[in-house]
């Protein structure tokens, strides 16, 4: 073997080697960045969507190489393709494990001539993931009596910076962008969390349930996140509700369970939360099993219980680099919006609820 090569490998295993001791630890320093433009025949023309945010939007399946290569924001940009019939090059600017600050400042703002360039059309990001995740961890860890700080300050920090954020886009984005569109959060490990905490609540020095307080935390971030986006110009991908809820209506209350989910635009927060949390809850199903009739689901979630399940082949981004690349889109039309799939993978189901905002013309 040649000195160079291996020179190289006894430098690059020992921390390929780390890397993988703690693929989620070191994911919190992993950039995933990628380019991907769908290359649609008999056209020259390109407009481009920018996507910031963590492991979510970059297509993580545990690899520190490589990501899904139609994560949810080139499945936005598959349909724009075909609804304006020209080609979309999909930038994703995300960085794996990042909290709600690191998102803002070292993407949005450190990274914001992509979203500054002329044939920018639509702005996204996500956010604020793994705030909740790392609060979610300290506090199942807590014996004697619980302190929930830590979910209050996850909470506290996802608020400032997802205003941050769009007040930043807004500034800061090129003139001519037609959409801004925030994702808000899934609940990942839902049915693992119906288990109660190994501290006590100091008022009834009893233990709680993990599932009740993580998910009054989860939709009060949810419910800002979609009510800051209306106030300052921005749409809300309800995830949450694409997620967590069937598409049938399991209770008989006449409406789709993912629909009835949905915030409304306009609703108080206690409105919403007591929605979620109370009047709704028995319509909550984990993600594992998106119901998509009564009898038929599909698995949202991958094995890690976290990041959305996806279809399709990989592309480098990680470690090794990121790819830019292009392709033929996988689909040219699309039934009454929704392509053959729109509801059998999480990044699918994300991707479509993102263009349900797409406008008609760039």
Not at 79 to 90: C, K, P, T
Not at 146 to 160: G, H, I, M, P, Q
Not at 221 to 250: E, P
Request: overall charge neutral; proline content about 3%; aromatic content about 10%.
């Amino acid at each position: 073997m040649p000195t160079r090569i291996r020179h190289t490998l006894r430098t690059l295993l020992p921390m390929l080697a780390l890397l993988a001791a703690g693929a989620e630890a070191s994911a919190s320093t992993l950039n995933q960045n990628a380019s991907w433009t769908i290359d649609r025949a008999n056209t020259s023309t390109k407009y481009r969507v920018v996507a910031y945010g963590d492991s979510i939007y970059a297509g993580y399946n545990g690899s520190i190489t490589s990501a899904a290569k139609y994560s949810a924001p080139t499945v936005d940009a598959e349909y724009m393709s075909a609804l304006w019939g020209a080609d979309i090059e999909s930038v994703r600017r995300t960085k794996s494990g990042a909290v709600a600050s690191d998102v803002y400042n070292n993407k949005i703002v450190a990274e914001r001539s992509y979203m500054q360039a002329s044939s920018t059309r639509v702005v996204t990001f996500e956010m604020c993931g793994n705030d909740g995740l790392q609060a979610r961890t300290s506090f199942k860890s807590q014996t004697g009596t619980c302190d929930y700080t830590v979910l209050d300050n996850a909470e506290a920090s996802c608020k400032t910076y997802v205003a941050a954020a769009m007040d930043y886009i807004n500034a800061n984005a090129y003139p001519g962008v037609k959409l801004k569109v925030i994702s808000n959060l899934h609940y990942p490990g839902y049915a693992a969390d119906n288990v109660q905490s190994s501290c006590t609540d100091a008022t009834t020095g009893q233990t709680v349930k993990m599932q009740d307080r993580f998910l009054q935390s989860l939709a009060r971030m949810n419910y800002m996140m979609c009510d800051t986006a209306r106030q300052k110009g921005f749409t809300c991908a309800d995830n949450f509700a694409q997620y967590m809820g069937g598409d049938y209506d399991s209770n008989g209350d006449g409406q789709i369970d993912s629909d009835a989910l949905r915030y409304v635009a306009g609703e108080s927060q206690a409105s919403y939360v007591t929605r979620i949390t109370t009047t709704l809850r028995s319509t909550l199903r984990d993600a594992n099993t998106h119901f998509v009739s009564a009898s038929s689901s599909y698995d949202y979630i991958q094995s890690d219980d976290t990041h959305p399940t996806y279809t399709g082949s990989t592309i480098t981004s990680g470690l090794f680099g990121d790819t830019t690349g292009s392709g033929a889109p996988r689909y040219t039309s699309f039934t009454a919006g929704k392509n053959p799939i729109w509801n059998q993978y999480g990044h699918e189901r994300m991707g479509w609820a993102v263009s349900t905002f797409n406008p008609a013309t760039p």
